[in-house]
């Protein structure tokens, strides 16, 4: 896969910006249904501009795929397809898959037909995420799961997921999982949904009762998940690190709603922000718009915005020049740090502008509420993709050399460990 070690210049973003906007006077069809347009976008190489042409892409360096988007937005084009399938699932099965999983599973990311989700944590296995225990049981050709996930952002807009359950009790506990991609419309599977304090129920409970799980949708081999999981949570950190994530992204999937609209009037109804980010840019304008801009204090917490958001963006060059020399990969931890101190400072700047309209909820406030709910979503930041205490143990561990956590179990079989918690010894 292209891994984006290479920065577009200046002059390389214009000539890109040009190449959109002469592709899309051509191809954009606004009376075409959305799935043929993603189609059509997909073959051409724009769902994944940094993938290489064999993989879908155009070889294209990493930050190519936000001036695509940016650019279909303002052609008024709707935009490619996004989620956790393209952010997450489609690099881990493309570094880690059988051709023949590559071509099943990763095609129908990159046209939208796939809506997929991430079915790691669980009630007992969050930040030791190790310890899960969801079971998967080999019967023939197919896999017999068994357990439970928890916080499965739009598990109920999505026919895939992520799958991590255990497959060997005998080994030590990261040597006995297995990454498997799971197809969530089956009777084995039940999805309740958890309400957020933002108000939105994003985050589901997902029961699994016997579900089945081909073979041959078993990503990386049996028992080598953990060396898999790596590779997912470097590219969920890196993409939320990079201020990407997948917020704002048209949802793709059967059941995400959008395939048989017709692309134009999904176009319209594209949101121009996203009401889980606010970037320095749309506070500026909001400073200037009610006149906010000359007080010193905000203007004050606005530079100190603006200073660590450039200090992100050289960090991530850091991170993808270190790549280039086959490290780097603590820099998406910083990265991951970094971006969450941003998106809380970026809601308590929106509310210390908006006084106490900052207080209304859609669809009171200013803005459709916008700046309350990012205000409300942004404690969400230190925890998702790995919290920030568990960043911090990982630059500890990994770049500054100190101690390890104790591990007592490290080496023992997980199933003795689970009976020796049952039996309190
Ligand atoms: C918005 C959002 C979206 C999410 N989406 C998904 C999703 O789609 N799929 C999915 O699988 N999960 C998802 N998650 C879950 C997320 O990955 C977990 O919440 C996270 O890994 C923390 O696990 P936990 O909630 O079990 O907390 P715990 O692991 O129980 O941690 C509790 C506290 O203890 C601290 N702690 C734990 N261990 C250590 C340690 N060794 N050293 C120092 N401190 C420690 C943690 O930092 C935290 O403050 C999402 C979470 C959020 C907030």
Redesign the pocket.
Known sequence: MADGTSEPAAGANAALVDDVRTWLAENWDPDLSVEDWWSAVAKAGWTAPHFTPEEGGRGLPRQSGAIVRSTFGTEGALRPPGG?GLLMAAPTILTHGTPDQIDRLVTPILDGRAGW?????EPGA????AGLTTRAVRDGDRWIINGQ?V???MARECDHGMLLARTNLDVPKHSGISWFAFRLDQPGVTIRPLREMTGDAV?NEVFFDDAECADADLIGGEGNGWTVTQTTLYFERTGIGAGGGHAGFPSPGPLGGMLGRRAGDAALDEVPGSNLTLSSKDLLALARRTGRNTDPAIRQKLAELITLTDIGVWNARRGKAEAARGGGQAVANIGKIAQTRIMKLSGEIALDILGADGMLASPDGPDDGRYSHAFVFAP?SS????????QR?IIGERVLGLPR?PNPDKEVPYGEVLRRIASGR
Do not use: R, V
Request: with cysteine; hydrophobic share 35%; glycine share 12%.
């Open positions: 956790l989700c991430q079915l790691f944590s969050g930040s030791d995420l996930k916080w499965s952002s985050f969400a925890i998702y993709g790995g919290t920030d205490q568990i143990n956590d």
